[in-house]
């Protein structure tokens, strides 16, 4: 089993940065693949940027290529999201999702969540 612990989190106004990070613990040599997704509130469960064991990162190009940067340090088993420029309609519960195989943006292709971290940007 893997568990996953997000944070870095926070109320910061727009045109700021955040860092999220992941640790993940338990069997963590056996995720492959780490994701952020995001839901922001009255809608679902977002797809926002993927990055595999091998360094392979997909984006949500719509709203956060540009931006958002992920990445992960193998050694501490730990996956970042680096948020710049945050416009309030970044404003979301950013969750980090693992999956023990190549994943795509589907929330089913997950096996292991983290429960969620709060991001509030204020205009």
């Known amino acids: 089993q893997v568990q996953l612990v997000e944070s870095g989190g926070g109320l910061v106004q727009a045109g700021a940065s955040l860092r999220l990070s992941c640790a993940a613990s338990?069997?963590?040599?056996?995720?492959?693949?780490m994701a952020w997704f995001r839901r922001a509130p009255g809608k679902e469960r977002e797809f926002v940027v993927s990055?595999?064991?091998?360094?392979?990162?997909?984006y949500n190009q719509g709203s956060v290529k540009g931006r958002f940067t992920i990445s992960r340090d193998t050694v501490r088993n730990t996956a970042y999201l680096q948020m710049n420029n945050l416009d309030p309609e970044d404003t979301a519960v950013y969750y980090c999702?693992?999956?023990?195989?190549?994943?795509?943006?589907?929330?089913?292709?997950?096996?292991?969540w983290g429960q969620g971290t709060q991001v509030t940007v204020s205009s």
């Open positions: 999702a693992g999956s023990s195989r190549w994943a795509s943006r589907s929330v089913n292709e997950y096996q292991y």
């Open positions: 338990g069997r963590a040599s056996s995720t492959y693949m």
């Open positions: 990055i595999s064991l091998t360094g392979g990162i997909a």
